[in-house]
């Protein structure tokens, strides 16, 4: 099972006055053709790739607030304001199972609650993920959960791992992806770290287009690098640079 492509179907589109078709990478948008089993989005704050990513999981069948087809909470919160751009998009896949799993940070509390009263921590370490510290919680559901082959979308993993924890989610991708060839990897990211993953494919959203780049050619590469390189020099030009205050 392979994601293949992501296509925007302009005919289906109503009105490109209306969020999310007035965001420029998600206006410009055409093919995206996916080659590698583990792809990146990458792009700072507002550039569109959460927006797209939560709009692929949406049109997979994923809750819109994380987990999978058949295990997903909705609540009043959730958003619909990509609901216009799922139903433009076609999803080619070579066989699309329904297998797979949702995971967004920002509704991770959820999912975990909903696990705790469903009583099926059993099926994510055997132990409640809320009591569990944010990171460990995280982890625990990518080493249990995500042993079996399927389409698995991350929206900023990062969020709640240390930079030692991303390293050993890298490996947790790496033996994932050795040990099932019907596994394959979606996310959204500002690490450092984790775009280093050998072979990924990377796309970039700034500059108002989505387009494929080289590890080192990212913003959070090149300005991480910068920074650890020379961080009084980077400091003394960042605070020089803040305006004064009137």
């Avoid at 053709?33 to 550039?47: A, H, L, Y």
């Avoid at 698995?152 to 791992?161: F, G, N």
Wanted: glycine residues 8%; contains cysteine; proline residues 4%.
């Amino acid at each position: 099972m392979r994601l293949r492509s992501v296509r925007l179907l302009h005919e289906r589109i109503n009105d490109w006055n209306t969020y999310p078709f007035t965001v420029p990478t998600i206006r410009t948008l055409e093919t995206l053709e996916i080659r590698s089993r583990i792809c990146f989005f990458v792009g700072e704050n507002g550039s569109g790739k959460s927006t797209l990513l939560e709009a692929i999981a949406d049109n997979y069948g994923f809750g819109r607030e994380g987990g999978s087809r058949n295990f997903y909470q909705t609540t009043s919160s959730s958003s619909e304001s990509t609901a216009p751009l799922s139903k433009a998009l076609r999803i080619s896949f070579t066989t699309r199972t329904g297998q797979g799993f949702y995971l967004r940070a920002e509704s991770f509390f959820n999912v975990a609650t909903l696990v705790d009263q469903l009583g099926i921590q059993d099926g994510y370490g055997g132990r409640s993920l809320h009591e569990q510290s944010h990171g460990e919680s995280f982890l625990s559901l990518l080493e249990n959960r995500f042993r079996r082959k399927g389409f698995y979308v991350l929206d900023e993993p990062e969020a709640a791992l240390s930079p030692q924890r991303q390293l050993s989610m890298l490996a947790l991708l790496h033996s994932r992806l050795e040990a099932n060839d019907d596994i394959q990897f979606l996310i959204a990211s500002h690490s450092p770290i984790l775009l280093a993953y050998p072979g990924a494919q990377i796309f970039s959203f700034d500059d108002g287009t989505i387009h494929e780049i080289g590890y080192k050619e990212t913003s959070p590469y090149q300005v991480v690098s910068r920074f650890l390189a020379r961080p009084e020099v980077f400091l003394n030009e960042l605070f020089n640079e803040r305006p004064e205050r009137e």
